[in-house]
């Protein structure tokens, strides 16, 4: 029962995590000359790999634009699981609502104030979560959902 609510709570925490580590965009009016490299200041190779990024780009501040084209740099010699897991987080983020990024950030600060040995605790029930067989997770997704607590 412990185990059930503490995966409860993972779920509720880690998505976020994962969604957001190394997305947290902060976003804001356009002022991109100021916020470092405009979108077509980037070499076609950095445009490619940061394409679904393309939208969003002028409203990036400085900080973000430079880890995302770090990670651009290194990005040709990362495994293919570790590029497509990239492209697929990059995807998910500029897929989401202002508020829902906005509740990611916040997840995302209140994640990084944890203690490490609190944050390797909800890895590991995230990674026991992941291990769990779809149908199991759906039921929780479902109770979690009953309680009126939001998915994920």
């Known amino acids: 029962m412990a185990k059930t ?13 994962l969604l957001i580590a190394g997305l947290l965009l902060a976003t804001r009016p356009a002022h991109a000359e100021a916020q470092g490299p405009s979108w077509s200041a980037l ?18 501040d400085a900080e973000p634009r430079q880890r995302w084209i770090s990670i651009a740099k290194r ?12 492209q697929q987080r990059m995807r ?15 997840r995302y600060r209140h994640l990084k104030q944890l203690s490490p040995e609190k944050r390797e605790e909800l890895r590991q029930l995230w990674r026991e979560y992941r291990e769990l067989p779809e149908e199991q997770r759906q039921k929780l997704r479902e109770e979690r959902n009953a309680e009126g607590k939001p998915a994920g």
């Open 92 to 106: 998910e983020w500029v897929g989401l609502t202002p508020e829902q990024r906005a509740h990611a950030r916040e």
């Open 43 to 60: 070499s076609a190779e950095q445009q490619a790999i940061l394409a679904p990024l393309q939208g969003d780009w002028d409203k990036l």
């Open 75 to 86: 990005y040709p010699s990362l495994p293919p699981e570790r590029q497509e897991r990239i």
């Open 5 to 17: 609510i503490q995966l409860r709570a993972v779920e509720a925490v880690i998505p976020a995590l």
